[in-house]
């Protein structure tokens, strides 16, 4: 595995079209030791990209994604509120920043301190973030999605930075008796012309104010960046690596003992009764079992013995939301609401490329299985769990427990991965009701079991594209995409547009504001026009990683793959010749040039190529691929093998990237997430339940799936400001290798994963009991 990473530092910002070196305003907070924050202002435009030459084209209007996009829209919103921001200067040195947004493992406590040490000129290790709590006030700026945070919060942390090191240098002057001209600040010291220095802790006190005041700051020119722009590790590695990293299930909580929820046999089922409740509650350490909203609580001193309970109980259960239903009946149900396609095959006159493609249900459970510990009392409440929406947790549980939302404090942990799991804050809220019928407090871990059959799901799709050509011209080109409905019930971080997201009418709205800030076509194919329609709201969905992008891309680009087929030109060179940015053509050629394209491959084996922009940013994905008997027939006991993905070159222009190594790193999980999706990771839905119950047999990219050969190519600076990274990667990933399978097998893909219609390799657990036993041989099943 290689990774590039292209020198950082090579434009300023009058070349890149990003931040000038205009002033911003900050607050000098009141308080004991030096306090500051950012003060309300306008966010930097967002940069406009240079328009590809459209000579010969039939030119496509911009859509609504290309103009103002969903991370523009969480950007502005959380503008107003970027003032309650605050950065600390403590008595050792050490600058803290209270993040109002989780970190699940994307790096952004990193990126967050990389910003601070440059504007401060503190060395990285001086600098500390941690994860706030719950703050209404913060209003929409405390959400974490939509590849937001490092663009959200780039000027404001830096604002705030730059005025504490002037507030910094101004006491130093005082102190030392001399010009603050004549002062230099680095490593979180000021030193004087003649030698003599005074270090940040010592000046804490001395710069702190008595009344908060405005001040007038200038940041950074990118020229003069030291710290943003270089690779740089995560802060937190070490802990990480050495178990010292907390989690929820890490909180230690006086008295919270370990409590899990027998669940229902098919999707949202309900207790009707349970006939051996007493039994359960006499079992060994058992201390309460209760009937909740979701099923049978279960309170034990070990969760070996919550398991064992959760086995033992008799529940009568009703009927859930999705009874009965099948991969079959929701295909049924997505194809008839699909929405017309306008533009009709013309023989005489044009030619047309129509397909239509399906995309299974897919898990959205992260690495860390869902928890949460609450501890809830007659007049208030205490709630720790990784969250990306808090605020909403914090509202909507006071809500349920008839408590003012001041009196339910919640705190957010890191988590063990999301790709937007945690912005519902289901475990959290199932918590606080199990804490307040026991009346003790409780730390409550889903099964990996449960994640996979009640846990949060993306969407079953369809999308139908047809796309007509003539005379060696793409004329038009319209995909109907039709899903299952995506929840989005987190709303965008408070409770208004959360509840307005989960009307009838509000939720199919939200949907179709959030597909028109997301999608966008990058290339010029005429009279262009993507639309979305929704069915079935019974599943527990939501907005996994990319959203709707990983699916609707893939059908675009393995429809241009087509089209390139069909007008006798080469899948790179169509690419290339009807591209709309030159960003993207450069991160296309760029793959193109590292990865051979082109080059002779043997039988059964290919190349595939494809393009993806998202929030300001862009990647190009090229991918090999080996489909023949001996690869694909491969054998590794309860595991599933199939067509692996040998080479993946890939090429990200993300604007300014903060972190390069960081980006690298995101580009990497979301490229093995790519490979999941078109090859193996799929649910089976069947009678009103899914089939699969965990990661044995929910077949992501494992070890022996993975590419030999990964090499991930950061692009030099094209803008002074950062654009989306997190989710980036998934769709162009997806996309490529779905690409390359078709030109090694001469058949286009329709139907993901691959393996979706193939005999299950694997024995479904039963329903009931709901999970299985504890493992006594758990090693034999360790890779």
């Known amino acids: 595995m290689g990774v590039q990473s292209s020198p950082q530092n090579q434009e300023s910002d009058a070349d890149s079209g990003g931040l000038s070196r205009r002033r911003f305003l900050g607050f000098v907070v009141a308080a004991s030791t030096l306090t500051v924050a950012a003060h309300l202002g306008e966010a930097a435009a967002a940069p406009a990209e240079a328009a590809a030459a459209t000579t010969g084209l039939v030119p496509s209007a911009q859509g609504q994604a290309e103009i103002y996009d969903l991370n523009d829209m969480l950007t502005h919103a959380a503008l107003p509120t970027a003032n309650l921001i605050s950065i600390t200067i403590d008595s050792n040195g050490t600058a803290s920043l209270a993040l109002p947004r989780a970190e699940v493992g994307q790096g952004i406590t990193t990126s967050s301190a990389i910003l601070i040490a440059e504007e401060l000129d503190l060395p990285l290790d001086k600098v500390k973030v941690t994860l706030a709590d719950a703050r209404p006030e913060l209003l929409f700026n405390q959400l974490t999605g939509g590849s937001n945070t490092t663009i959200s919060t780039f000027t404001p942390i830096r604002v705030a930075a730059a005025v504490a090191r002037g507030r910094l240098l101004e006491a130093a002057a005082l102190e030392l008796g001399e010009a603050i001209g004549t002062l230099t600040a680095k490593a979180g010291a000021i030193t004087s012309a003649t030698g003599r220095s005074l270090t940040y802790g010592e000046l804490a006190e001395k710069a702190a104010a008595v009344a908060t005041s405005q001040v007038s ?354 899948a790179y060179a169509f690419r290339r010749e009807y591209l709309k940015e030159e960003r993207a053509r450069a991160v296309l050629d760029k793959v193109a040039e590292v990865g051979s394209w082109g080059r002779t491959m043997p039988a059964g084996t290919a190349q595939g190529i494809a393009i993806h922009p998202e929030y300001h940013a862009f990647v190009a994905v090229l991918a090999e691929i080996d489909c023949r008997p001996q690869t694909t027939g491969r054998k590794i006991g309860n595991a599933y093998t199939g067509p692996r993905v040998t080479k993946v070159v890939c090429a990200v222009d993300a604007g300014l990237a903060v972190n390069p190594r960081g980006l690298q790193a995101q580009m990497m999980g979301g490229i093995m997430d790519g490979i999941a999706l078109t090859l193996s990771s799929g649910l089976h839905l069947r009678d009103g339940h899914f089939l699969e119950s965990s990661w044995d047999n929910y077949f992501y990219t494992r070890q022996w799936n993975t590419p030999p050969e990964l090499e991930i190519v950061v692009m030099p600076p094209t803008t002074g400001t950062p654009g989306g990274a997190g989710e980036l990667p998934v769709a162009g990933a997806m996309a490529a290798v779905a690409c390359a399978y078709g030109r090694a097998t001469g058949i286009m893909p329709t139907t993901f994963p691959l393996n979706h219609g193939e005999p299950l390799s694997f024995t479904p657990l039963p329903t009931t009991p709901p999970i299985p036993a504890s493992p006594t041989d758990g090693l034999a099943h360790a890779y």
């Open 217 to 570: 700051v200038t940041l950074k020119d990118t020229s003069e960046f030291t710290v943003i722009g270089t690779g740089r590790p995560r802060i937190d590695a070490l802990d990480a690596v050495t178990g010292r990293k907390a989690f929820a299930m890490d909180v230690e909580v006086a008295d919270a003992l370990p409590t899990m929820v027998c669940r229902p046999p098919t999707i949202n089922g309900t207790v009707r009764s349970v006939r051996n409740m007493d039994t359960a509650r006499a079992m060994p350490g058992i201390t309460d079992v209760v009937q909740i909203s979701t099923g049978v609580a279960v309170r034990g001193r070990t969760f070996g013995q919550c398991i064992n309970a959760v086995r033992a109980l008799d529940v009568d259960w009703g009927p859930g939301t999705a009874e009965g239903a099948s991969d079959a009946t929701v295909i049924d149900e997505l194809r008839r609401a699909e929405l017309p396609l306008v533009v009709p095959p013309l023989p005489l006159l044009t030619k047309a490329v129509d397909a239509r493609f399906t995309f299974h249900f897919a898990s959205n459970g992260a690495l860390e299985t869902n928890c949460a510990v609450a501890d809830v009392r007659p007049d208030s409440a205490e709630i720790w769990a990784s969250l990306k929406s808090p605020i909403v947790a914090q509202e909507q549980i006071a809500l349920k427990l008839g408590l003012p939302a001041g009196a339910v404090k919640v705190h957010v942990t890191e988590g063990g991965g999301s790709f937007g799991r945690k912005l519902f804050h289901d475990a959290a809220d199932e918590a606080a009701e199990i804490s307040r019928a026991v009346g003790k407090p409780v730390k409550l871990m889903w099964h990996r079991t449960d994640d996979f059959r009640q846990g949060r799901i993306h969407p079953m799709s369809t999308s139908r594209v047809r796309a007509t050509y003539a005379l060696g011209e793409v004329l038009t080109y319209e995909q109907r995409h039709t899903s299952v409905a995506t929840d989005f019930g987190h709303g965008v971080g408070e409770i208004i547009t959360a509840e307005a997201a989960q009307l009838p009418v509000g939720d199919l709205t939200f949907s179709e504001t959030v597909f028109q800030l997301t999608q966008q076509t990058p290339y010029h194919f005429g009279a262009t026009t993507q639309l979305l329609s929704e069915i079935d709201k019974g599943f527990n969905t939501g907005p996994m990683r990319g959203i709707y992008s990983p699916n609707v891309r893939c059908a675009q680009e393995l429809i241009v793959d087509e089209l390139a087929k069909r007008m006798g030109k080469d």
